[in-house]
């Protein structure tokens, strides 16, 4: 019940605010749920449509979002997404959401979403959050929330989320978009597919090739 309480809000907010000013195009139909049938759908940004009259509650239904995520890796964190991949409704409707759990000193990484801004508000525990602007003033916004505290992270630019509480932590997230995506920095950096050349990286990082090569071994 207080994760529905926490929840609510946060949709609305988002839902307002992709109404006022969405980065998604604004719909001109009450939904279109996605569909992958090429032969009985319309194609719109990014997904088909299913013809009205075939659509359902379980379109617009998503279960499970009150099960802690598995924290048993790296960073200690793990996210739980719910956009349009698992809501197949949330097509054109310019917001979705996502659980983010943390193990104590758990970190969800710098990383940004290239299509939405974001909004967190804590469950439990205490969080150490930040983003930082753009070039070339590159300042660092930071603030450590605890339990119904809220941030607002803007859009594309870099953040994170740190656990610096003893216990673990939960915290939920709107975003502006049905399909926010997410580019975790080290990943896309030291982890591309194939490997940005180490000649590249030594010299936007000013380090030794052999630390360049080592981090490249880590993703």
């Known amino acids: 019940m207080k994760a529905v309480q926490i929840l609510l809000p946060i949709v609305l907010l988002a839902l307002a605010s992709s109404l006022a000013s969405a980065y998604d195009p604004s719909p001109l139909q009450d939904f279109c749920v996605a ?32 099960k802690p995520g598995n924290t048993s890796n790296a960073v200690g964190s793990r996210v739980t997404q719910v956009n349009v991949q698992q809501i197949l409704g949330l ?6 959401l996502a659980r983010i759990d943390f193990a104590p000193k758990g970190l969800n990484p710098p990383h940004i979403h290239p299509r939405a801004s974001e909004i967190l508000v804590v469950e439990e525990g205490t969080l150490y959050v930040g983003f930082v ?10 603030k450590v929330l605890k339990k119904g505290d809220v941030f607002v ?12 509480g003893d216990g673990n932590a939960v915290a939920f997230a709107g975003l502006g978009s049905q399909n926010p ?13 194939p490997p940005i050349s180490p000649d590249v990286l030594t010299k936007a990082f000013q380090v030794d090739k052999n630390v360049v090569k080592y981090l490249q071994k880590q993703f």
């Not at 032969?39 to 719109?44: D, E, H, R, S």
């Not at 097509?91 to 979705?96: K, Q």
Request: aromatic share 12%; with cysteine.
């Open 133 to 142: 602007t753009s070039n070339t003033e590159n300042r660092l916004f930071t």
């Open 181 to 193: 995506g997410v580019i975790t920095i080290a990943n896309a950096v030291f982890g591309s597919n």
């Open 153 to 164: 992270f803007p859009i594309g630019l870099i953040h994170f989320q740190l656990n610096v």
């Open 35 to 66: 569909i992958n049938d090429t032969k009985n759908g319309v194609f719109v940004n990014g997904k088909f449509c299913k013809d009205p009259k075939l659509a359902n509650a379980n379109d617009f239904f998503f279960e499970g979002l009150n």
């Open 91 to 96: 097509n054109t409707l310019g917001v979705s």
